[in-house]
């Protein structure tokens, strides 16, 4: 694998309009943002070879090797005190700048096991191992690349206007989001105990269902909690041309995969929000064989615990029922796993989401910033806060599809390619720049000596 480009900021450049400024003057919020979208403009070229070389050499969950090196060289020239290797490959920094709140904000890091075809001229060509040595396809689906070059732009920000803010600011680097692991692993790894406690922490994601340079954000459950579910349905083998001296799975895995399907539709109030997925099914060994068994691979998402409580019922009674029914025996009844590639619900902190939904309007319109209804898209940023001091939490959509793919979309009714997709690659032009401006907003909004947005 290629190695990922480092390139050192342009910290002690201080641009035109900004020397305009007395030292020590208080600028005005629309003098701010001003300022910053001119500081943007000039660190653009070099975020940008950042972000192209990100997407072209990703790395899967708990393999951020590179990346994280990248993001720790980047905090350590910012004057960051940097820790590595925090949770497996995450990295902390940590900024302290006088007395105030404490901020952390998160960016994920890992890529996606896909063969990317994108089209654009930075697509990922790589094969890299995975966390079990299997050498895999890999790009960055999920634009998580965009998160780490926002959170780059969003620290050389930050760090040229220290006078702007004050407070201690923790800037995470977090591995492992796509399979759920990477959160609870840096906090099993002491990130509230080794490291400033937050006040509040933040996180964006770019999405590819709103146009780029948008802002979506929501209050409450923004994000599904999610179960991944693991069925073997278990019969009786035997020889294909005699059926009757067995109890064939692949029958009733069928048989289950149909039944699954009316959970939501028969057993939940018309208008709850659930999603029952069977994604793969496994079974057989050659065409004249009846096997032992088959294996379902399930995905739950639902935004109310006690809905994902009764899927699950639901589930158990169903493959219990089917598997009765069709004569399986007691002990070969069908087994169902929870695996640990589950997460809770991510709830956006009221307060703290309208606070910031009013930074945002103020930095890019009315027109850019609109509240958006949940997704059922599973995020593991829940985790930070669901810690035993229970931080406000809040993480925002920042557009990633041109917007003119957008409007076609909705004239022809063809979807855009969707975040996980092997043809999504956001749009860098305004999609960085609106990830770094929406980090930056949301960061002096909390620790800014700026007066708070007004309501």
Known sequence: MKSIITSTPLVVVLLGCAIQLVQGEAASPEQLR??????????????????????AHPELSFMEVKTAALVAGELRRLGFTVTEKVGNTGVVGVLTNGP????????????????????????????????????????????????VTGLIGTARLLVAFKD????????????????VAGARSMLADGLYKRFPKPDFAVALHTFS????GSIGYGEGAFYASVNSVDILVRGVGGHGSRPNTTKDPIVLASQIVLALQTIVSRELK?????VVTVGTIHGGLKRNIISDDVKLELTLRAFDEKVMVQ??????????GLAQAAGVPEDRMPIITLTPESVHVTDNDSALTRRLSRAFT?????DRVQSREPTTGGEDFSEFGRAS??????????????PEKIAESERTGVPVPSNHSATFAPVPEPTLKACITSMTAAVLELMGNMPAAKP
């Open 164 to 179: 702007k803010w004050a407070g201690t600011l923790v800037l995470v680097a977090q591995p492992a989001e796509e399979i």
């Open 389 to 402: 001091h229970r931080v406000p939490i809040c993480i925002w959509s920042v557009g990633g599809t041109a």
């Open 209 to 212: 269902g709103i146009p780029a």
């Open 100 to 147: 105030g709140p404490t901020v952390l904000v998160r960016a994920d890091m890992d890529g996606l096991p896909i063969k990317e075809s994108s089209g654009v001229p930075y697509a990922s060509t790589d094969i890299v191992k995975d966390l079990s040595g299997k050498d895999q396809p890999a790009m960055h689906g999920c634009a998580h690349d965009t998160h």
């Open 270 to 274: 018309p208008g709850t929000p659930a």
């Open 362 to 366: 103020a930095w890019f319109g009315t």
């Open 311 to 320: 899927l699950l019922a639901s589930i158990r009674r169903i493959c219990a």
């Open 34 to 55: 001003g300022i910053v979208t001119n500081r943007i403009e000039a660190e653009y070229p070099s975020l940008y070879s950042i972000y192209t070389n990100l997407h």
